[in-house]
């Protein structure tokens, strides 16, 4: 597509209850990540997929959290058992692989745990 | 490791003055640096980089940077603040040599321009 897709933009839950949100990058880049913004606060990298390497985890929280891309395009963000904490705009970027590529940002996905 | 600092988290300035907001960085390889904007309620927009090459660059917006090796900064400048620069702007760097692909952040800058 023209841009990163991410879905759904705004979603409220309960506490305790798992949440899936989506990612859908620009055509053809191979590298995907997944930044969090709490209020007030700057971007906390959580993790990145890069073609068909492992991806780099170091970011995530706890192990609630959890994500996956399928065939080298779209990935899902999954938090089990949500909490209070948890709540913030999930951002996903992409980008090619290319020497001094740039990451593109996505809109973001609003999680307000309740 | 890599890391980025951005130590204003507020910067006012007067419409039609001249604005920076600073960035300096760490990275043990070389630094490629990024940044950008994010507008309320919006995702982040990228405004400009460096990679390598001439220490000046400019982006949109009429914005550019500044890399100063010595100094490990790169601060975003513009000649002419306008009421719509208004914003969040966020400085990244990535450690060019060392094969990830990994972008760290600042906390980011809030600027306002005051009309």
């Known amino acids: 597509g023209a841009g990163v897709s991410q879905s759904p933009s705004n979603k409220v839950t309960e506490k305790g209850k798992d949440v899936e949100l989506r990612c859908d990058p620009i055509s053809g880049h191979t590298a995907l990540y997944w930044y969090r913004q709490s209020l007030g606060q700057g971007l906390e990298f959580l993790i990145y997929f890069q073609g068909n390497s492992a991806p780099d985890k170091s970011g995530l929280p706890s192990d609630r959290f959890s994500a996956e891309r399928t065939g080298g395009s779209v990935s899902t963000l999954t938090i089990q058992r949500t909490q209070q904490e948890d709540s913030a705009v999930y951002l996903c970027?992409?980008?090619?692989?290319?020497?001094?590529?740039?990451?593109?940002f996505g809109e973001g996905s609003w999680l307000t745990v309740v | 490791a890599q890391s980025v600092a951005q130590p204003e988290d507020q910067v006012n300035v007067a419409e039609g003055n001249p604005l920076t907001v600073k960035c300096t960085y760490s990275?043990?390889?070389?630094?490629?640096l990024f940044w950008y904007v994010q507008y309320p309620n919006r995702g982040l927009q990228f405004l400009l980089k460096y990679i390598t090459g001439d220490n000046l660059v400019k982006g949109s917006y009429g914005f550019e940077a500044e890399f100063n090796k010595s100094q490990t900064s790169f601060h975003l400048k513009k000649p002419s603040a306008l009421v719509s620069d208004s914003a969040l702007y966020f400085c990244?760097?990535?450690?060019?040599?060392?094969?990830?692909?990994?972008?760290?952040f600042g906390t980011g800058t809030r600027l306002k321009v005051l009309a």
């Open positions: 970027a992409s980008s090619n692989t290319g020497w001094g590529n740039t990451i593109y």
């Open positions: 990244a760097v990535r450690d060019g040599s060392s094969g990830t692909y990994k972008y760290i």
């Open positions: 990275v043990s390889g070389n630094p490629y």
